[in-house]
């Protein structure tokens, strides 16, 4: 090759470097616009200045008068608890938002913390975005529905919201972070702030000490200043809505406020828990007729419904020893302190509201539980007792133990602390069973009220539509105006699953349209079609201790219910009607098929370590010990 072509050579290849480069350069150019908007570049780009055209797209914004929007979820309630829905709790935030709002009667959760979560934030059912059980390593398993992290197809209200002109904010119990990325190294991308918050303060597990929480601001784990939690997001939800709305009056803002209450540890001031002492001297059977009828006179429960038998197990409240009435009516008095406590924190945000002028142009839904009161306490109630021992221990002997620290119940040193069985179920009037039971409506069946100065005019109205936490997030893009978006961040959105309930805010009287609705928890299962409902139970002693959870699993137990003439599930009609029940099974095939339900993992599974299980994996006692850590471990 001559000096004149190797010139040539290399004036081609400098060239094609340059084309390759102005190429490079044009496409990045193009995807970064496309990152930061969906429309086309629309000005004029030439060969100098004054041949182009600059264009700027216009900033996202809100629909004009859009509400600010506030959810509100509590955890472990129970449907009988707040006065607001007959229980002898005093709640007067959720009184006068109710009164000034709408009761739903027939709303449900998933049964358990983690699904219910998931689902709420997405729209989604829980197995359709991998949360059919926990983000933690030993309730995950490596399948499309179970691994426990929420997918980027699945975009959560934080994240349309925030696409659409919303600052967003979180504040107290996540819940579906994978423990394997809940350090402070992550990756992020399953933190609040991975998925649409711009600010979270709070913790990322399922359980943590109130005092001594396992705390995290937006991306760092922090620590404690020993003031209870639900002062401390209290306090930050206020920070971010004033700062925000003084640096942009007209945005509008949403805020996801989860305290940890009132899951356990039951940890509250004894101000709070010391206004009951005596209230539940009478015991949890005369509780549990009174809140009944309270919730009839309310018209939270249909005039027609009948209280169900004492669950198996719980002893009549007569039959008690007079230390263990002593005992059992202190730990009540905690846990109403602890719920009424919670009513003033979120009584304070609302008062906030108030005083900036925000209030009116604000909606709030209010979910009083994640699922049905906690079956966690055992039939003796918890103080500071570890979920496992290494040596059994005597009712005689738990009851003693529990005795000698009557006094620590509700404080700091409580730190597994929580009610027993009886309380639970108390807690659940009108329904039968517990948190856990995906099988009933004591596990499923949570009050919700909907808050909307400016959208509701039947004011204190009652509404009995079938409902379920999935449809949180499509009632919420109608009432405020946005649309779901079929692409977020680029990436193709699944369909939301949920049925708005916008339609039943103006009319008391309409049908219901969410008709169809399956449900699972390792193991019990149910599905409710129109009135009727199919459900399995699965025994599960974990923690309950009690006898009729020990059974083995019959997989042809399968109950049936008609909950529009029996509503509390008191009258079996599995053999007077084998078709109907045969119809009901096989949809629930069809929607654990369809979600992604599918390998049905139980109780037993989880037990015994049989998914998740690595060289490195801990025993399921170990393990627990992480899954309700407090700062202090940190």
């Known amino acids: 090759m001559t000096e004149t072509d190797k010139r040539n050579f290399m004036k081609e290849r400098i060239l094609q470097k340059a084309l390759t480069s102005t190429l490079i350069l044009a496409m990045s150019s193009k995807l970064t616009l496309q990152a930061q908007t969906p429309q086309p570049y629309q000005g004029v780009v030439g060969r100098t200045l004054t041949e182009s055209k600059e264009w700027w797209p216009d900033p996202v914004k809100a629909p004009t008068g859009a509400p600010n929007v506030v959810w509100i979820l509590l ?202 002492k005596g209230k539940f001297d009478k015991g949890w059977d005369a509780y549990r007729q009174e809140v009944f009828e309270r919730q009839k006179k309310l018209g939270v429960i249909p005039a027609n419904a009948k209280l169900p038998d004492r669950n198996p197990d719980i002893k009549a409240w007569d039959q008690l020893s007079p230390d263990e009435k002593k005992l059992y009516a202190r730990f009540m008095e905690v846990y109403a302190g602890y719920l009424t406590y919670t009513d003033f924190e979120v009584g304070r945000l609302v008062n906030h509201l108030k005083e900036i002028n925000q209030l009116d142009n604000t909606l ?29 221990v005597t009712t005689e002997e738990n009851i003693s133990y529990n005795l000698n620290k009557i006094g620590e119940i509700g404080t700091a040193s409580a730190t597994n602390g929580n009610y027993p069985l009886g309380w639970a179920q108390a807690a659940n009037t009108p329904f039968r069973f517990w948190k856990q039971d995906a099988n009933s409506e004591g596990g499923t069946h949570n009050p919700l009220i909907v808050f909307y100065p400016k959208g509701i005019k039947d004011k204190g109205g009652i509404r009995p539509q079938y409902g379920h936490v999935i449809d949180i997030l499509p009632t919420t893009l109608d009432l405020v105006g946005i649309k779901a978006p079929e692409e977020i961040k680029q990436i193709k959105q699944q369909p939301i699953e949920g049925t708005s309930l916008a339609y039943s805010i103006d009319d008391a ?126």
């Open 509 to 634: 009287k309409a049908a219901s349209r969410h008709t169809l609705q399956y449900y699972y928890i390792f193991g019990s299962r149910s599905i409710y079609d129109n009135g009727w409902k199919a459900e399995l139970p699965y025994p599960n002693s974990l923690i309950t201790g009690n006898a009729a959870s020990t059974q083995p699993f019959d997989e042809n137990a399968w109950e049936l219910y008609n909950l529009n003439d029996d509503y509390t599930e008191r009258i079996d009609l599995a053999k007077q009607y084998p078709e109907k029940l045969a119809q009901l099974k096989s949809e629930f095939e069809e929607q654990a098929q369809e979600h992604h339900l599918y390998p049905y993992i139980t109780w037993d599974d989880v037990f015994n370590g049989r998914i998740h299980h690595t060289k490195d994996s801990k025993s399921f006692a170990d393990a627990v010990k992480d899954v309700i850590k407090g700062g202090q471990d940190q």
């Open 364 to 392: 709030i839904f209010v979910m009083i539980g994640d699922n049905g009161a906690s079956k966690e306490g055992t039939l003796n109630g918890t103080v500071d007792q570890s979920f496992f021992r290494k040596k059994p």
């Open 75 to 276: 955890d472990d309630v129970g449907f009988g608890a707040a006065g607001t829905f007959g229980g002898l709790i005093q709640t007067p935030t959720f009184d006068s938002l109710a009164a000034n709002g709408l009761r739903y009667t027939n709303f449900h959760t998933c049964a358990i913390c983690a699904p219910t979560r998931a689902a709420l934030l997405t729209g989604r059912n829980s197995a359709s975005v991998h949360e059919s059980g926990f983000s933690h390593t030993i309730m995950s398993a490596g399948f499309p529905g179970w691994d426990g992290r929420v997918p980027s197809t699945a975009g959560t209200i934080a994240e349309i919201l925030r696409d659409n002109g919303y600052n967003t904010f979180a504040v107290g119990k996540y819940g579906v972070t994978p423990d394997e990325e809940a350090t402070d190294a992550g990756p992020f991308d399953h933190w609040p702030t991975g998925k649409g918050f711009d600010h979270f303060f709070g913790f990322l597990g399922s359980q943590t000490d109130q005092y001594k929480p396992d705390l995290v601001e937006d991306q760092a784990h922090v620590r404690p200043d020993g003031r209870h939690l639900s002062d401390q997001i209290t306090n930050k939800a206020i920070s971010y809505i004033d700062r925000q709305k003084k640096a942009a009056p007209d945005k509008p803002f949403f805020l996801y406020y989860a305290p940890g209450a009132t899951h356990a540890p039951h940890q509250v001031d004894r101000y709070w828990s010391d206004e009951y």
